[in-house]
C-alpha cells in the first residue's frame, strides 16, 4: 500500500498555486502539479512539476494508470477548454474523482459598458467604429483574428517577451503579471491613451482592475464570454475546493 494519496493538480491561476501550497502541507497527500508551458518562466511551485501537454485523452488516462493518481483537480485557466475537456473524458474513463476549480465569471455592474462576444474574433469585428487604440489582454495565442486592423493600434500585455513580432500592425507590449493595482491600471490607461478594453472574462480579483479602470474612464470593454465547461463537480472557491478533496482524501 502506498503512503501518501497522489493528486494531480491541472495549473496554471492562483487558485491552483494556492492549492498547490495547501496541498503540500497536508500529510499523506503528495500533489504534482502540471503546467501547459505557455508561461517561459513560471512561479516556483511546492511538489512535483510537470509541464507540457500529455498528449490527449489515451495518453492521459495511461498517465493517470502509471502514476497512480487518486484525484485530478483541474484548476486551470476558465478558456483552456482543451485540457478540461480531455481531463473529463480521461477520469470518466479511468473512475478518477475530478473536481474542476472554476471562480466565478465577472458581472457586469452599473456604470460598465460591455460588449458581450462569444469569441477573440467576434471581439476583433466589433472593434470597428469604436475605437482607435486599443488594450488588448487576450494572451498570445488570440492575436491573430485582429491582425487585419490596420488602422488600430494595440497596447498588449504579456507575461513573457514575444519571441518575434506580434501580427499587429500597429502595437505595443507592456510585460506584467498580476494582480494589478488600480492605480498602476489607470496609469496605463492614460500614458497609452486607451479608447478601449478588449478582455476574456477570466473572473477573479487578479486581473479586475483594468475593468474597474474602464468603468471610471467610462470606456467600452469588449468581454468574451466563456466557453461552456464539461460536466462534472465544481468548486467556486478555494474553500469549496478544499472540503471536496478532504471528502475524498
Known amino acids: 500500500m502506498r503512503d501518501a494519496r497522489r493528486i494531480l493538480l491541472l495549473g496554471g491561476t492562483d487558485d491552483s498555486r494556492a492549492l498547490a501550497e495547501w496541498l503540500a502541507g497536508t500529510a499523506g497527500v503528495e500533489v504534482i502539479s502540471s503546467l501547459a508551458g505557455r508561461t517561459e518562466q513560471p512561479l516556483a511551485l511546492p511538489g512535483s512539476l510537470r509541464?507540457?501537454?500529455?498528449?490527449?485523452?489515451?495518453?492521459?488516462?495511461r498517465y493517470l494508470d502509471e502514476e497512480h493518481i487518486d484525484l485530478l483537480v483541474d484548476a486551470t485557466h476558465p478558456f483552456a477548454a482543451r485540457i478540461s475537456a480531455n481531463a473529463e473524458a480521461a477520469c470518466r474513463q479511468s473512475g478518477t474523482p475530478r473536481l474542476v476549480v472554476q471562480r466565478k465569471a465577472w458581472q457586469p455592474i452599473e456604470g460598465d459598458r460591455w460588449i458581450r462576444v462569444p469569441d477573440a474574433k467576434a471581439a476583433a469585428e466589433s472593434l470597428s467604429g469604436l475605437a482607435k487604440r486599443?488594450?488588448?489582454?487576450?494572451?498570445?495565442?488570440?492575436?491573430?483574428?485582429?491582425?487585419?486592423?490596420?488602422?488600430?493600434?494595440?497596447?498588449?500585455?504579456m507575461i513573457d517577451p514575444p519571441r518575434q513580432g506580434l501580427p499587429l500592425s500597429q502595437s505595443h507590449v507592456v510585460l506584467g503579471r498580476g494582480p494589478f493595482e488600480e492605480s498602476g491600471e489607470h496609469s496605463l490607461f492614460q500614458d497609452h491613451g486607451i479608447e478601449a478594453l478588449v478582455t476574456k472574462n477570466s473572473g477573479g480579483a487578479a486581473t479586475y482592475a483594468k475593468i474597474a479602470v474602464a468603468r471610471q474612464l467610462e470606456l467600452p470593454v469588449v468581454m468574451i464570454d466563456r466557453p461552456p465547461g464539461p460536466p462534472g463537480e465544481t468548486a467556486e472557491s478555494l474553500e469549496q475546493a478544499r472540503t471536496w478533496i478532504a471528502r475524498h482524501l
Open 51 to 61: 509541464i507540457g501537454g500529455f498528449g490527449g485523452v489515451e495518453a492521459l488516462v
Open 134 to 157: 486599443v488594450f488588448l489582454t487576450v494572451g498570445r495565442q488570440e492575436l491573430a483574428p485582429f491582425e487585419p486592423l490596420r488602422d488600430i493600434w494595440f497596447l498588449v500585455r
